[in-house]
């Protein structure tokens, strides 16, 4: 009698453990579906890793950016997820302007520096050696060694928590004459971009093989 009551007890406190630590980890297994519901969280796969240029104090500046997408096809607009206070931010605000680079996977330590230095402190341009033009803009700089550049205007900031949400309109594109294929569009594997993989790999990624052809894959079905 006295054994079982302590074998209970034993398995009573695994039960309680298990529970505590899926608890702790926010973690809860539907095995109906196989699925571990973990919140809300910020995990979309993958991202972009792009340089956002812009003038800050009457200088050019860049930081790397991946909470980032296309948000309209016309007029073309563009979103950032962009921390307040950053150098960068500052400057898109005081200009209205910005600029949208993305790198090739070749400039992969630049990117990330570009992504754990502030412009307050180094000048990131020159410590990447990037040569800047300007098209259209005054306060956009553009980076040259970026095959694929965009420059944008601020249309729109909203606060939305952590982030604020830029939404900027894309004025003008450029990109590196070698990159374009036979018939004068980017050709994405001479762009060569880089995805950033974010929590908990943290890892610069190329893209991979092509699987299928989009508006034909699903006609197979
Ligand atoms: C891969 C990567 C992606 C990043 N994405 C963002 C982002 O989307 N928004 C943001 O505010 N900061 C982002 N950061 C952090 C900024 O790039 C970083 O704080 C940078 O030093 C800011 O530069 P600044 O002080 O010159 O503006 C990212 C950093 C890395 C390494």
Known sequence: MGRKTTQGGCRLLVICRAVALTAACG???NEAVNKVR?????????????????TVDGKPNVMTASWAGMACTEPPMVFLGMLPHRHTFSGMIETGEFSVNVPSASMTPQVDLCGIASGA???????????????TLTHAPLINQCPLNLECTVEFTREMGSHTLMLGRIVETYVTADCLDADGMPDFRK???ISYVHTPAKKYTRLGDVVADSFSAGHSL
């Open 121 to 135: 402190v180094t000048d990131k341009i020159a410590r990447c050696g990037f040569t800047l033009f300007y098209g």
């Open 191 to 193: 762009i060569d971009p």
């Open 27 to 29: 973690s809860e297994i």
């Open 38 to 54: 973990k919140g809300p969280q910020t995990w979309l796969y993958p991202l972009p890793a792009l340089l956002i240029g812009t």
